[in-house]
């Protein structure tokens, strides 16, 4: 898994790399600059720039200092460039300073380069040019954002508003080099106005602002680059991107000679039904999902008024009663136990929660609490209950943690990472907090993102699915935490392979694409 660094993490592995290792900072920002010109021609599909126009913004810091790296390369290889200076030269220093002195030399050689010394004198020739890339290097790491949407000053505003304003009038693509400007390279909050760049090519190790809050939108489709800072320079980095390799390592294939006992037993409480209404489909799309994940067995918890439509939806799965004393026999039985799928918010259903966490024959197996079982620990106040059972996980979206932590919903989409973690923290318990990325913390090490997926899951019942897929998971053998992890991954890739178009899927479409998700994974390994 690669590593996802905080502003303040990237800036103590660049200061390492430079203090410990002797790597001076001028072979870094040369590494920058050329990786930056290496995937820009990927990009274009071109084996070389040659003849055509490029536009570079730099602010004063050494992400503009990364800049003139890109324009002295791009005029050896027979490009022009336009080089537009936010602020007065020399305001960099260091290497930064010692590039821009590079270029100047290079202006007395009568090579095509325009040097406009700020964003005034620079705007009448090129904001009506035409440019094959615009390139952003104003700030990266070093933006310090007040707040949310809080306004970039000025000249930094004008130069991000002259890249924008390019890029919906032209063809151009924009390049940003590490960070979009504005973008807070930790957080994932925007400035107004911040850079709208088609890719990024970011330094070093992925960031963390640019998968959270606006950075996707912001950042396109980005790019790390290799510049020589060693991985294990990063080894203690708060956060880690799941892979697909990550995925298929945690997914334990069945052996030869194995029962179907060996391979896994889940037990799903689930499904609610009342006299005037009932909630069957959640229970059965978990329970569609336990057995597309590979379980060896599936066991239902669901109101005897809707075991028929069980055995119909998925005829591998056992049905029992909500009697206890089936319960307890069957979670005896189990290695992994969810509960809370569709299972209501009646008094009843909380009673029901409340009873069966206080049972050690449940409390004591890899438990996953999902939708109104985290309804019911909010309303009975049984968080304190979480952190005494030694492997448990809670699936939330951002509504059910504020729910669970008693505050609202826009106090959770602030900073996912951070409720999470504090949740995490409070009550020893593995977090899945659901969302773009889908984050999962525990209560000591990194926390594990994930991206895959699209909005091809934002339909009603994925999240059923998802809960069922870490249940098998987890009855496979998998801890909580990767067992989590690894079905989050899974659900997002079989998100995308459900249809060609993602407005289309439904959340049965996204349970039935798990198998080929998975045995992509295998392929992918062989
Ligand atoms: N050796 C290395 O470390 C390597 C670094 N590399 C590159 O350097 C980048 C980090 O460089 P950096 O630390 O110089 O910061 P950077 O993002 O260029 O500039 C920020 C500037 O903006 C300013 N500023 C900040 N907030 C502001 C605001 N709200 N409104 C207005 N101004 C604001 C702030 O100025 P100040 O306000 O402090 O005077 C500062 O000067 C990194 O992203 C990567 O691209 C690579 O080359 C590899 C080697
Ligand atoms: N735009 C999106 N991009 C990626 N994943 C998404 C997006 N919208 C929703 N998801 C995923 O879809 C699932 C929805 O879960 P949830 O809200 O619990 O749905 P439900 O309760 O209807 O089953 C989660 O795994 C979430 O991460
Ligand atoms: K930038």
């Keep these: 898994m690669q590593p996802v660094l905080t502003a303040i993490e990237m800036q103590q592995a660049d ?41 570079i913004v730099a602010g004063k810091g050494n992400n503009g200092g990364d800049g003139f790296v890109i324009a002295r390369h791009l005029l050896n290889l027979g490009a022009a460039v336009d080089l537009v200076l936010l602020y007065p030269e020399g305001a960099a220093g260091g290497a930064a300073e010692a590039n821009m002195s590079i270029l100047r030399a290079y202006e007395e050689e009568g090579l095509p380069l ?3 010394n700020s964003i005034e004198e620079a705007i009448p020739f090129v904001s009506e040019q035409e440019y094959s890339v615009t390139i952003d290097a104003m700030t990266g790491t070093g933006l310090r954002l007040e707040a949310p949407g809080a306004p970039l000053l000025s000249p930094l505003a004008e130069g991000v508003e002259l890249l924008n304003a390019l890029h919906e009038r032209s063809e151009a693509l924009c390049m ?26 970011t330094m070093g190790f992925m960031k963390t602002g640019l998968l959270l809050q606006d950075g996707p939108e912001l950042c396109g489709e980005v790019h790390v680059a290799e510049i020589s800072i060693p991985g294990f320079l990063a080894e203690d980095a708060g956060a880690f991107l799941i892979d697909e390799s990550f995925a298929a390592e945690h997914f334990a294939l069945r052996s030869e000679g194995s029962a179907k006992h060996m391979n896994g037993k889940v037990l799903i409480i689930a499904g609610s039904s009342t006299g005037e209404s009932s909630m069957g489909g959640a ?122 932590t008693g505050t609202d919903a826009g106090s959770v989409t602030k900073d996912p990472l ?30 594990l993102l994930n991206t895959s997926g699209t909005e091809a899951l934002a339909t009603a019942g994925t999240g059923d699915v998802l809960s069922g897929m870490v249940a098998a998971l987890a009855a496979k053998g998998e801890c909580l935490p990767e067992a989590a992890a690894a079905a989050a991954w899974f659900h997002g890739r079989a998100g995308d392979l459900a249809s060609d178009v993602s ?24």
């Excluded at 200061?15 to 870094?28: D, Q, T, V």
């Excluded at 973008?183 to 709208?196: C, E, N, Q």
């Excluded at 259903?349 to 197996?365: C, N």
């Excluded at 020893?428 to 659901?434: E, F, G, R």
Aim: charged share 20%.
């Design 418 to 447: 951070a409720a999470a973690t504090r949740f995490a923290d409070t009550y020893s318990t593995t977090v899945l907090l659901k969302g773009r990325p889908t984050i999962i913390a525990k209560e000591s090490g990194p926390v």
């Design 283 to 404: 229970a059965l799309l978990a329970a569609g999902a336990a057995v597309k994940t590979g379980a060896g067995y599936v066991a239902v918890s669901i109101p005897p008024s809707l075991a028929a439509t069980l055995h119909i939806a998925v005829p591998e799965a056992i049905v029992i009663g909500r009697d206890m004393d089936s319960l307890m026999e069957k979670a005896r039985w189990s290695e992994a136990i969810l509960i809370g799928p569709g299972l209501g918010r009646s008094p009843e259903s909380i009673d029901l929660v409340r009873a069966l966490l206080s049972h050690p024959d449940i409390f004591e197996k890899k438990l996953i609490l999902d939708a109104d079982a985290l309804y019911a620990i909010a309303e009975a106040g049984l968080q304190n209950v979480l952190s005494a059972m030694p492997e448990v996980l809670i699936t939330p979206h951002y509504g059910e943690l504020a729910r669970l």
């Design 176 to 201: 940003a080099v590490d960070i979009p400007t504005g973008l807070d390279a930790t957080s994932g909050h925007a400035a107004m106005p911040a850079v709208t760049a088609d890719f990024t090519i």
């Design 503 to 526: 407005s289309l899927v439904s959340a049965s479409m996204v349970r039935d694409a798990i198998p080929s998700a998975i045995e992509e994974m295998f392929d992918f390994e062989d």
């Design 114 to 116: 325009r040097i406009f």
């Design 15 to 55: 200061s390492a790399a430079i203090e410990k290792l002797h790597i001076s900072p001028i072979c870094l920002m040369e590494l920058a600059g050329k990786e930056c010109i290496g995937y820009m021609l990927e990009k274009l599909s071109l084996e070389s720039p040659e003849g055509l126009q490029f536009l």
